[in-house]
């Protein structure tokens, strides 16, 4: 009885918890007026001219020195802000 009970609080805690694993930032994000819908994960931004970054979404922008959201962060966006990307890729989550 006691493994049923805990099989069972084991599954209410992981159904309650699933949702917010797979977060994505609601709104949009335009790179370079290219508009990305409720956008998740690393995209890169342009290779010989800094890119304009306009974040319309709940959550932070990072822009990051490397092409893959790598190296280090440059700067960030908020939610709201217009900025000219200062780097190679950014990141929203």
Wanted: net charge negative.
């Amino acid at each position: 009885m006691a493994k049923v009970l805990g099989a069972c609080a084991a599954a209410a805690a992981l159904a309650l918890t699933a949702p917010g694993s797979a977060y994505a930032a609601q709104g949009v994000l335009f790179i370079d007026r290219a508009p990305h819908h409720d956008p998740s994960g690393c995209f890169p931004l342009g290779d010989f001219a800094p890119s304009e970054i306009a974040n319309f979404t709940n959550g932070v922008a990072s822009v990051w020195s490397g092409p893959f959201c790598d190296g280090g962060v440059t700067q960030e966006v908020h939610p709201g802000e217009v900025a000219i990307g200062l780097g190679r890729s950014v990141f929203i989550q």
